[in-house]
């Protein structure tokens, strides 16, 4: 399996995830990112998704899902809900 193959692969994997764990995922992915290799972008505001807190929240949700403190909603709604609220 070629590397390009492989990526496929996993993203193909990753996009049939709930929204949560793909962006679990995705920060993961970015925090092992070496600083260094962003300095391009060393003057751009860092974006609330980039905070520790940011990740607290994620996690506290996801526990609350995992919990059935509160329950979940479809991709699609999910998506719906944004595109209203873009709207608006």
Do not use: C, Y
């Amino acid at each position: 399996m070629t590397v390009d193959q492989k990526e496929q692969h996993i993203l193909t994997l990753i996009a049939g995830l709930p929204i949560f764990r793909r962006i679990r995922i995705a920060l993961t992915i970015l925090r092992g990112i070496e600083p260094e290799s962003l300095s391009k972008f060393a003057d751009e505001e860092i974006k609330p998704w980039e905070t520790e807190a940011f990740v607290a929240e994620l996690d506290r949700r996801s526990q609350e899902l995992r919990s059935g403190k509160v329950e979940g909603i479809s991709g699609d709604d999910f998506l719906a809900e944004l595109r209203e609220m873009r709207n608006s």
